[in-house]
Antibody, heavy 119, light 108 residues
Framework: EVQLVESGGGLVKPGGSLRLSCAAS????????MNWVRQAPGKGLEWVSS????????YYADSVKGRFTISRDNAKNSLYLQMNSLRAEDTAVYYC????????????WGQGTLVTVSS | EIVMTQSPATLSVSPGERATLSCRASQSVSSNLAWYQQKPGQAPRLLIY???TRATGIPARFSGSGSGTEFTLTISSLQSEDFAVYYCQQYNNWPRDTFGQGTRLEIK
């Protein structure tokens, strides 16, 4: 069974930093591109960042470029998101999600971790 | 950016009836469209990819159709567990994937 388990969310002040983690199991993690997708309270879904299977290709949404850094450790079956210079508008549930085999849809999702940016 | 517009925003349907949800793209996305279901407090779940292919474990009452700019998700006979929010997503312009704003399917 595929499992993605996020951790690291919490309350942080504007301008602060936070590092999210996603532990993967039940599939060959090193073969799949991985992603972070977020959802602000009561709002829709927003793609945040993607990383290819070997970390060769990395992409960010314009809204987080220069502030967030995605990374992965295939030996540990783990995905990370380092979030710096956090803003109130970054408040959201952050989901870790894997790409499908046949395209960049998101076939498996974690349960999410809530990041709240507030003074 | 490709804008995805879902309609209606809210759809009220009785259990056992058919529900039809629409998703329109601001430019062609070929068949690179997915549908997700999200229940309160839960992560989204993939239902359909490639516009019409059901994901693993998705019941046959869910079907997707369309290509280019017009897409439809049909739920043939609504069950109580189907009442949720549904999102479409285009992935033709990866990594600039975009989601629709969602359709809330509620019990009539």
């Amino acid at each position: 069974e595929v499992q993605l388990v996020e951790s690291g969310g919490g309350l942080v002040k504007p301008g602060g930093s936070l590092r999210l983690s996603c532990a993967a199991s039940g599939f060959t993690f090193s073969s799949y591109s991985m992603n972070w997708v977020r959802q602000a309270p009561g709002k829709g879904l927003e793609w945040v960042s993607s990383i290819s299977s070997s970390s060769s290709y990395i992409y960010y949404a314009d809204s987080v470029k220069g502030r967030f850094t995605i990374s992965r450790d295939n030996a540990k079956n783990s995905l990370y998101l380092q979030m710096n210079s956090l803003r109130a508008e970054d408040t959201a549930v952050y989901y870790c999600a894997s790409h499908g085999m046949l395209g960049s849809y998101f076939d498996y999702w974690g349960q999410g971790t809530l990041v709240t940016v507030s003074s | 950016e490709i804008v995805m517009t879902q309609s209606p925003a809210t759809l009220s349907v009785s259990p056992g009836e058919r529900a039809t949800l629409s998703c329109r793209a601001s430019q062609s996305v070929s068949s690179n469209l997915a549908w997700y279901q999200q229940k309160p407090g839960q992560a989204p779940r993939l239902l359909i990819y490639g516009a019409s292919t059901r994901a693993t474990g998705i019941p046959a009452r869910f079907s997707g159709s369309g290509s280019g700019t017009e897409f439809t998700l049909t739920i043939s006979s609504l069950q109580s567990e189907d009442f949720a929010v549904y999102y479409c997503q285009q992935y033709n312009n990866w990594p600039r994937d975009t989601f629709g704003q969602g359709t809330r399917l509620e019990i009539k």
